[in-house]
């Protein structure tokens, strides 16, 4: 059975740092996208970062350079290194990755930035 197991979430304060991380376990035919997405209350999902299977990224408006994406292809693990965090950072983000036909997603970590 495919899984996606997040970690990394917590509580930082603001201007502070955080890493998620996304790993997978089972088997994948052929991952051709990992990305991160966040919910905050009362919003939307939206796309904080992605990632290609050829290494190409794209990032939400707001993160203006202070996130950046990172996979490792062998381990089909995807990070998200977070710095400069803010208070409008706080949200629950999921991880999701697709194969053909498949389109997973994991359960969420959270993230909370004191000011």
């Known amino acids: 059975q495919v899984q996606l197991v997040e970690s990394g979430g917590g509580l930082v304060q603001s201007g502070g740092s955080l890493r998620l991380s996304c790993a997978t376990s089972?088997?994948?035919?052929?991952?051709?996208?990992m990305g991160w997405y966040r919910q905050a209350p009362g919003k939307q999902r939206e796309l904080v970062a992605a990632?290609?299977?050829?290494?190409?990224?794209n990032y939400g408006d707001f993160v203006k350079g202070r996130f950046t994406i990172s996979r490792d292809n062998a381990k089909n693990t995807v990070y998200l290194q977070m710095n400069s965090l803010k208070a409008e950072d706080t949200a629950v983000y999921y991880c999701?990755?697709?194969?053909?036909?498949?389109?997973?997603w994991g359960q969420g970590t959270q993230v909370t930035v004191s000011s």
């Open positions: 990632i290609t299977g050829g290494g190409t990224t």
């Open positions: 089972g088997n994948f035919g052929g991952i051709y996208y």
């Open positions: 999701n990755v697709r194969e053909v036909g498949a389109n997973l």
